[in-house]
Each structure stands twice: as structure tokens, then as C-alpha cells.
């Protein structure tokens, strides 16, 4: 078997644990590390940052609680984010909201990121959104110089384009491993244009950011959501399982490997979707879903 990439592939737990609303979680450390140890009891290993989140606060939560139990680090996957400039007022110093992937940022970025999540590697890291101004050459010197360092063992991106990836990628040695994108069943763009042929082709690992489509999956009242809530309470039904298992079986179906990006505090929401790992959607089972956000029979 050929890859072009020749990719050393994520080694991550099929689920993903994000902490972007740690913040608003009101966990104390210690309530934090046990929710930490309640994922990895789960065999949910790999935990989703940015610096970014929390307005710049939630690296930091999670380093304190790690911070009790370093030992944990060795059992788990940190995959970060930079590359946003957020105005915050814990950064009174950025006056727009825009994008930043000179070297210096990003080797910046990193040494916080260390200091915050209290460790010192990050498994893998991510440009977070694709910037206009976006230099491939400089940010390979950064990633070449992190590597290293043994400052990040892996990179990856999120929200890039199949073009955009591969322009960075023809300036590195090393493969990117993740691309982490918005996939559920009402956001089928990245099910379209190419992502997810891109991510099987490569050996790229997709990880996906509201799967839920952000709570409209069950509540949502826009037409789509409502043909597609009904769909999913059906083949719940069939499968005596819950809507939201209904609908990380459907992403789990997808043959690019598709990893769901969690985002509840709440330990019994995460061991859930564990548990959906189990179940097995067939094809009529999937399409249906995917007529149902269509709107429409497929050609």
C-alpha cells in the first residue's frame, strides 16, 4: 500500500474529548482531574484544545488539574490550536480579530500552550483556521524547529481546504495527521467537496467539531432539522439506542475515519457516546440520514 504522505497516522482514541467550555463548566481543579480520569477509564484518550478557548483560560484549567497528576500525561493525546489573535481582556495587546502564522507567532503560541497545559510536549498540533496571509514556507521553518525540540510530536490543521493542506504540505517532511473540520448530519459541506476524499486518500485523520450541529440536531426547527431529527428518532428506536448515538454511529460509519469531538462536561454524555462505538448502521440506515438533510432523493 502507497500513501503519498507516507503518514505516521493519529494515535488517538476514536472519540474526542473537547474542553473549548472548561471555562463554563465552574469545575473546581479537583472535579477537573477527576473528570480527566473518568475519560481515559472510558478509553477516551485524546483531549481537544486551543489557546484560544475560554478566552485564552481553558489550557490553563486543564494544566492545574493535570498539574495534581502528571502521571496521566504519558496516557493521553493533547492536540492544541493556534493561530487566531482573539481581543480579549486577557489580551488587551490584540486589537483585531484576524490570524497570525509567522514563526515567531507559532513558536510563541507553543511555549504558552506548554506553560499552560503544564506539560512538556503537545502530541499534536493544529493551525486553527486557514489565514489569506498564510506563508508555507515560514510555518514549515516553525514546525521543522518544534519537531526538534521535541516540543510537538505532530501537526495537523482545522478548517483548511483539500488546496490549502497540500500547500503546506508540499513544504514539510513530516505528514499532517489531522484535518478538523464541522461534519454532522446537517453540515454536509465537508461530506462534498472533497475533505473527506482528500482526508481516505491521504490517511488523514478528520476529526469533527460539532457533530451535533451545535444542539440543532435535537432542537433545531429550520425544516432540515426537523426531517432529520425525525430520521434519527426512528433508527433510534430500531436501534435501541439514544438520537445522539444515532448520530455518532452515522459519522463513525463513514469509511475516512471520522473521530466526533465531544464537547459535554458532563461524564454520562461522553460514556454515551462510547458506547455508540457499538453500534452498526447499514447503508440504508446511513442514506437515510443523509436523504433526510438533503431534502431530496440522491441522483
Sequence with gaps: MRYQYHPLGFEGSRIAQGFWRLQEWNMTSADTLSFIEDCLDL???TFDHADIYGGYQCESLFGEALKQKPALRDKMEIVTKCGILLPSESRPDIQ?????????????????????????YIDTLLLHRPSPLMDADEIAQAFDLLFTLGKVKHFGVSNFTT?????????????????QVELSPLALQ???????DHAQQHAVTPMAWSPFAGGDLFSGVSD????????????????????????????LRH??????VMG????????????AMS????????????????????P
Excluded: M
Excluded at 488546496?163 to 484535518?179: E, G, T, V, Y
Excluded at 465537508?190 to 473527506?196: A, I, P, S, V
Design 224 to 251: 432540515k432539522a426537523k426531517r432529520v431529527q425525525a430520521v434519527l428518532a426512528e433508527i433510534a428506536q430500531e436501534k435501541n439506542c439514544t438520537v445522539d448515538q444515532a448520530v455518532i454511529a452515522w459519522l
Design 190 to 196: 465537508h461530506f462534498e467537496d472533497g475533505t473527506l
Design 163 to 179: 488546496r490549502q493542506f497540500d500547500l503546506l504540505q508540499s513544504r514539510l517532511d513530516a505528514p499532517l495527521i489531522i484535518n
Design 255 to 260: 469509511p475516512a475515519g471520522i473521530c466526533p
Design 43 to 45: 478509553g477516551v484518550t
Design 96 to 120: 483585531v480579530h484576524r490570524y497570525d502564522y509567522r514563526a515567531e507567532h507559532i513558536l510563541a503560541s507553543v511555549d504558552q500552550s506548554l506553560a499552560n497545559l503544564q506539560c512538556e
Design 279 to 298: 453500534i452498526q448502521l447499514s447503508d440504508d440506515d446511513w442514506f437515510r440520514v443523509w436523504i433526510a438533510s438533503q431534502g431530496q432523493p440522491v
Design 264 to 275: 459535554s462536561g458532563k461524564i454520562a454524555r461522553l460514556a454515551t457516546a462510547v458506547e
